[in-house]
T-cell receptor, first 115, second 116 residues
Framework: DGGITQSPKYLFRKEGQNVTLSCEQNLNHDAMYWYRQDPGQGLRLIYYSQIVNDFQKGDIAEGYSVSREKKESFPLTVTSAQKNPTAFYLC??????????????FGSGTRLTVV | GNSVTQMEGPVTLSEEAFLTINCTYTATGYPSLFWYVQYPGEGLQLLLKATKADDKGSNKGFEATYRKETTSFHLEKGSVQVSDSAVYFCALSARTRTNTGNQFYFGTGTSLTVIP
């Protein structure tokens, strides 16, 4: 079955460490997205990529970095510059740039906690 | 600009009660409207959608009608079950302000708890 796989499901980071969250899709979707979700809040867009080797900042890109070397993969690195990284991170994809009439397919998320 | 306003929660209902979660929107052009559901510890799943005015989206007993005149897309279910306990997000897909493409705008989510 096609879908999006995020790993790990739970991740713990020490202060000052960089960590990388994995997102892989086998839907042959062109566009991929990273969102951050905090308790009681909606989703905020971190980065998105509409095509391989290209990506754009979203609303809260500071302290994060991404790469898109392969169509099926869009890893997110949470750097030590992100001062409040504890959150639930969601990866999504769409067949073309933007949700259009079909919306996004979401992964099951990674919960990152700073210890 | 584009935005979605959702009814604040949390909402607690008894099993078999009627559910309404209000959603209103502001958008340029002709957006598509969506409801997503998020179960505890999981990602978002598409529940239903409507792509033009007066369309009704439906799935698993949930319904929502795209009302252009009231700019609303309220989610309803006639008889909720314990298994419906989740967070529900209203979203719209519309052209960006700079017309460079199409983007999602999410509401803040409404938490629903159904008690037996």
């Amino acid at each position: 079955d096609g879908g999006i796989t995020q790993s790990p499901k739970y991740l713990f980071r020490k202060e000052g460490q960089n960590v990388t969250l994995s997102c892989e899709q086998n839907l042959n979707h062109d566009a991929m997205y990273w969102y951050r979700q905090d308790p009681g809040q909606g989703l905020r867009l971190i980065y998105y990529s509409q095509i391989v080797n290209d990506f754009q900042k979203g609303d809260i890109a500071e302290g994060y970095s991404v790469s898109r070397e392969k169509k099926e993969s869009f890893p997110l690195t949470v750097t030590s510059a992100q001062k409040n990284p504890t959150a639930f991170y969601l990866c999504a994809s769409s067949a073309r740039a933007g949700p259009g009439n079909y919306g996004y397919t979401f992964g099951s998320g990674t919960r990152l906690t700073v210890v | 600009g584009n935005s979605v306003t959702q009814m604040e929660g949390p909402v607690t209902l008894s099993e078999e009660a009627f559910l309404t979660i209000n959603c209103t929107y502001t958008a340029t052009g002709y957006p598509s409207l969506f409801w997503y559901v998020q179960y505890p510890g999981e990602g978002l799943q598409l529940l239903l959608k409507a792509t033009k005015a007066d369309d009704k989206g439906s799935n698993k007993g949930f319904e929502a009608t795209y009302r252009k005149e009231t700019t609303s897309f309220h989610l309803e279910k006639g008889s909720v079950q314990v298994s419906d306990s989740a967070v529900y997000f209203c979203a719209l897909s519309a052209r960006t302000r700079t017309n460079t493409g199409n983007q999602f705008y999410f509401g803040t989510g409404t938490s629903l708890t159904v008690i037996p």
